[in-house]
């Protein structure tokens, strides 16, 4: 079983990271659980409290209250080995494309 986190405090955003991951896996022989967030400190709870061990996180960096890069940090000083993807709208957070690599098409 493969469980996945979603953290967005955009309900429309988390919408569609929900939708993403299960086409994503629709036709993967894999069983997945999806657990959906629109609050951080919500989803930290559910980290430390209830011992949620999840494989794959997908974090939205810019949250009210507590950004999704304070979470990861925390989760990793847990000892925490779920994948974490950051995910932003925003042009602050978003990487600057290399300019020493191929060009990205």
Do not use: H, W
Not at 32 to 51: G, L, Q, R, S, T
Not at 61 to 84: F, N, W
């Amino acid at each position: 079983m493969l469980r996945i986190a979603l953290c967005d405090d955009l309900q429309d955003q988390l919408e569609i990271m929900k939708t993403a991951v299960q086409t994503y896996y629709q036709n993967n022989a894999s069983n997945i659980e999806i657990y959906a967030y629109d609050n951080p400190m919500n989803f930290a709870d559910a980290v430390e409290e209830e011992k949620k061990d999840f494989d794959i996180i997908l974090l939205d960096v810019c949250m009210p209250g507590l950004l999704g890069t304070d979470i990861a940090r925390e989760m990793r000083k847990q000892k925490c080995q779920a994948e974490i993807i950051f995910l932003s709208t925003s042009d602050e957070f978003a990487v600057e494309p290399s300019t020493s690599g191929p060009p990205i098409t």
